[in-house]
């Protein structure tokens, strides 16, 4: 019947001519899978190799691989410093981005595109600039080279801009009338520092933190020439990987690198964890 009309229309409600009725969103199915395509072919599949070939042999095989003397100490001493790295890092690293979000002097623009250099300058020329400023001919008269005060120097310098660029946004964002309020209230700086400002930048630094973390562990270029790649005293990890993959050992190297690389992953999941659980609470 031509004449029957739609219940749920409003009483003298008319369809404009020509209207056509709203669609949703198209499937995503093309998008999500050039998107896995992508990153498979990029990033799961080569790890996935890497993994492989590291524990064909076996669990013994990995341990042993993982725990030969060499291996070992570089491990530790690379996580160490990494997480040396990473407390100092979130330290200074906010203390700038507060410098660059909340005061005025001159040449801060200069200073803020400063934080970005260890991004666009290439690992092994950090090295060498490193070298010329701490090593044997230091015009500072500091000799940081081949000491592993000089492998925690090369790491600060790539990681740094880890911590700034993460706590930096949240810095500018970060609701201005609550700490009026709070000194309206009575409250000092330091104490509205604790209580109002610093919770909403634990988050971010923590995620700057974790960063910068996982990003030194897996340094080669700029410790490569400043640690002198000292067996037992200033390898790390990767120039040990590098090593080994010289001396046709591959498959040490892929065991060493699936080590890193489960670390890397676990310190990712507890990021993401730590994340949630902060979206949940805000």
Not at 171 to 180: N, P
Request: proline share 6%.
């Amino acid at each position: 019947m031509t004449a029957t009309l739609d219940r749920t229309a409003a009483p003298g409600a008319t369809k404009a001519p020509g209207s056509a009725r709203v669609r949703g969103p198209k499937s995503p199915g093309l998008g999500l899978g050039l998107a896995v395509l992508y990153l498979s072919l990029i990033v799961l599949f080569p790890l996935a190799a890497v993994a492989w070939r590291g524990v064909e042999g076996g669990p013994q095989a990995f341990w042993s691989a993982v725990t030969t003397p060499d291996s070992w100490a570089a491990l530790k001493l690379t996580l160490g410093a990494s997480a040396l790295v990473a407390i100092i890092n979130v330290v200074m690293g906010t203390v700038i981005a507060w410098v660059l979000v909340r005061d005025r002097f001159w040449g801060k623009g200069v200073v803020d595109a400063l934080i970005d250099l260890p991004f666009a300058l290439p690992t092994i020329v950090a090295g060498l600039v490193l070298l010329a400023l701490y090593g044997v001919t230091s015009p500072l008269h500091v000799n940081l080279a081949y000491t592993r005060a000089g492998v925690v120097v090369a790491l600060l310098f790539v990681t740094l801009p880890f911590v700034v660029r993460t706590v930096q946004p949240v810095l500018q964002e970060l609701d201005r009338d609550m700490e009026q309020a709070a000194y309206s209230l009575g409250a000092g700086p330091g104490l509205t520092f604790r209580r109002i400002i610093l919770p909403n930048l634990v988050p971010a630094m923590v995620s700057g933190a974790g960063l910068a973390f996982t990003r030194a562990i897996a340094e080669f270029g700029s410790t490569v020439l400043l640690s002198g790649n000292l067996p037992f005293q200033t390898q790390v990890a990767a120039v040990n990987i590098f090593g080994r993959i010289e001396g046709d050992d591959t498959a040490s190297a892929a065991a060493v690198s699936t080590a890193l690389l489960v670390v890397s992953f676990l310190v990712l999941v507890v990021l993401d964890l730590l994340q949630r659980w902060g979206s949940r609470r805000g």
